[in-house]
């Protein structure tokens, strides 16, 4: 089975601190995302990744960052994090369905991150 | 992008059929439909997906119109851990695999 892990599953950060969120997956996917999660609004895209180095921003990218120096870790940064960042984080990683059928997500449990 | 509507909630009883609509009125002649479903303190799990033919697998059916403008998720037996939010979205082509979520379903299923 595929597998995407994310470093934390509760995470408590002060105003102002510089925060990392891992994500590593076991598949070998080219691509991975991050989503964040809040109640009402859904899951909205802050940044992918469809190679190594390469990245994307996505619906939402303002005061985030990515790093993915290797194909099976993308890291999400907060530079500053700020309480109106609290939320759920969701990182996933995928395959392609068919040629031009999309692809499938995996996603990983989640890390749900407050600032305070 | 194509957009989808779905009920906010529906509501089933244990080994009961549910039929959970999703309609996409603007979709394009390359979307595929994808379905996911979201169990509590979960990340999101993928279900089905299918472009113009009904689809079967081990969770689930998919029922596409004929004009494509709808589709339905069927669960033939609804069990209590079937409660979860489902997700009907629109994806295909180029994007990378980028999936817009919108609110989804909010399935209960009652004992």
């Known amino acids: 089975d595929v597998k995407v892990t994310q470093s934390s599953r509760y995470l408590v950060k002060r105003t102002g601190e510089k925060v990392f969120l891992e994500c590593v997956q076991d598949?070998?996917?080219?691509?991975m995302f991050w989503y964040r999660q809040d109640p009402g609004l859904g899951l909205r895209l802050i940044y992918f990744?469809?190679?190594?180095?390469?990245?994307e921003k996505g619906d939402i990218p303002e005061g985030y960052s990515v790093s993915r120096e290797k194909k099976e870790r993308f890291s999400l940064i907060l530079e500053s994090a700020s309480t109106n960042q609290t939320s759920m984080y969701l990182c996933?990683?995928?395959?392609?369905?068919?040629?031009?059928?999309?692809?499938?997500?995996?996603f990983g449990s989640g890390t749900q991150l407050s600032v305070l | 992008d194509a957009k989808t509507t779905q009920p906010n909630s529906m509501e089933s009883n244990e080994e009961e059929p549910v039929h959970l609509p999703c309609n996409h009125s603007?979709?394009?002649?390359?979307?595929?439909i994808h379905w996911y479903l979201q169990l509590p303190s979960q990340g999101p799990e993928y279900v089905i997906h299918?472009?113009?033919s009904n689809v079967n697998n081990r969770m689930a059916s998919l029922a596409i119109a004929e004009d494509r403008k709808s589709s339905t998720l069927i669960l033939h037996r609804a069990t209590l851990r079937d409660a979860a939010v489902y997700y009907c979205?629109?994806?295909?082509?180029?994007?990378?695999?980028?999936?817009?979520f919108g609110q989804g379903t909010i399935l209960t299923v009652h004992p």
């Open positions: 996933a990683s995928s395959f392609p369905l068919s040629t031009d059928g999309g692809e499938k997500l995996f």
């Open positions: 598949m070998d996917h080219e691509n």
């Open positions: 990744s469809y190679d190594v180095k390469m990245k």
């Open positions: 603007t979709i394009s002649g390359t979307d595929y």
């Open positions: 299918g472009l113009t």
């Open positions: 979205i629109l994806s295909g082509g180029t994007s990378y695999g980028k999936l817009t």
